[in-house]
Every structure is written in C-alpha cells, then in structure tokens.
C-alpha cells in the first residue's frame, strides 16, 4: 500500500481489516493519487480506525470523520493498543454528530465514502443523508459506499456470529427469534444491543441504493457486487426474489453532476 507497509504489531485482525483493508479498498476505488492532499468525509467512521488507516497512508489533506455514536471518543484508545502511537495525526478530524446532520453546513470536500453504514441509516432519513453528502462534496466529486451484509442476504441479520443459520431472520417468528438471541448471548446488555441493531437495519436493496444515489443527483461510474455461493431455502424463494436473497454485498461509485 502505498505510503505504508502494514504494521506487523497489529494483532486485531478486525482492526487490521479497517485500519489497512477499507482505506486500500478506497483509494483503489477513487484513485490514490487522488486521494493525495484531497478532503475526505468519512460518513459513519465509528472508532474512526479507517479514517485515521486514510490520514496516515496516503497523505491526504484531512480526513473528517462523524458518527452519530460515542465511539470516536475511543479512537485514540484503540489505536493506541494496536499502533503503540501517543496521538492522532494532525489530518485527522473526529465527530460525534446528531442523526441527519453533518458536523458542518460549509465545509466541502473531494470524496465522501461510507463502509458497512448505510443499511444503519433509519429508513426515514436516508434520501436526506444521500442529499446532506451530495451538498458537502465538491462539483465532480465522489462518493463511495459499501453495504454489507445486505439485508436479505444469508447473513443480513447482522447476528450470524451468535446464531449462524442462514437466512434466520427471513425464516423464524420475531420473538422466536429474539429469544434464541438471547439463549445465545449471556450478557443481557450485549443482547439488548443485538436486538437492537437487528430491529433498526433500514433492509434497503442493492437495486434501491441506487436507485435513490441517482435520485439526489449522483451519477454512478462503477457498481460491484457480490453474491452467495449457497441456495435459499425454498420457501423463500417462493417470497423473496432470488437476486435479494443471493446478494450480500453491494460497492457503489457516483460522482456529483454538473
């Protein structure tokens, strides 16, 4: 990668994964040329550990993440345990915002991207994010944004890690299901946030994402997707459409017209 060789003190293979992993995904994407000296929004950083993987690899002039959660406060903490460093570098910007608003009106910037959010975005205010994103980038520029898993997709529950069957959220009663959550799970807190991260995914589609990026004035250049090697079950398949069902992850580039 260019600008660093991965740190061999990184033991957390999630940590390496967005310190590392999403910032070369992004720069492939949009250019890491581009990235050089450019503004870059990180629109729901969490811990902020690939905005911080941007600011340190490729240089760019500032990297501002936001998130509507407490964990950007945890930021230096986290890299602290995994990079050994004493501080954030300068280009790098972290805050904690209000759900449909940006941590600013005026600041504008090169590129927007957004990884494994969107299908978090409450279904209410997600034409409004897209509009708030195409108003904080500059003329001609990017956005890209990644969901996975999708919604209807084998893993789309989000809760695979403590319930593996596939498609269980599609197949199971909703308090049957939350209940097998909970026989999974000891700790009540932990699965009272399951829960809830389960019971607020927006199940936006591939197809409806972008659908509703052009609709705010984005022109798509490239759209990946990924899909499952695994047959549905049946009667899902009397439901669902196949492509819904099979499709787990969805990459999307658009840049602002005009």
Not at 30 to 40: N, Q, T, V, Y
Not at 76 to 99: C, F, K, M, T, W
Not at 196 to 207: A, D, P, W
Request: net charge negative.
């Amino acid at each position: 990668m260019a600008g660093r060789s991965p740190s061999t003190g990184m033991q957390d293979p999630f940590f390496r994964s967005r310190f590392v992993d999403v910032p070369a995904i992004v720069a492939d994407w949009c250019g890491s040329a581009r990235l050089r000296d450019a503004e870059i929004l990180d629109f729901g950083c969490g811990e902020g550990v690939s905005a911080l993987g941007l600011a340190t690899a490729f240089m760019p002039r500032r990297v501002v993440g936001i998130d509507i959660m407490p964990d950007v406060d945890r930021c230096l903490d986290v890299a602290r345990l995994n990079l050994g460093i004493d501080s954030l570098p300068d280009n790098l910007q972290l805050h904690r915002v209000q759900p449909g608003r940006l941590h600013s009106e005026q600041e504008r910037f090169d590129i927007v991207y957004s990884w494994s959010v969107f299908e978090h975005v409450d279904q209410s205010i997600l034409d409004h994010s897209l509009s708030l994103i195409r108003s904080a980038l500059k003329p001609g520029g990017l956005f890209l944004v990644q969901i996975a898993p999708l919604y209807y997709s084998a893993e789309g529950s989000h809760l695979s890690h403590v319930l593996p069957e596939h498609w269980i959220h599609l197949q199971m009663q909703q308090d049957k299901l939350e209940h097998a959550l909970r026989e999974a799970v000891s700790d009540p807190e932990e699965a009272a946030a399951l829960w809830s991260t389960y019971c607020t995914l927006n199940k936006i589609t591939h197809q409806e994402l972008a659908s509703r990026i052009t609709a705010q004035g984005f022109e798509i250049l490239r759209t990946f997707l990924t899909r499952q090697d695994m047959s549905p079950p049946l009667p899902l398949l009397n439901v669902f459409q196949k492509d819904a069902l099979m499709t787990n992850q969805v990459v999307i580039l658009a840049r602002v017209k005009g």
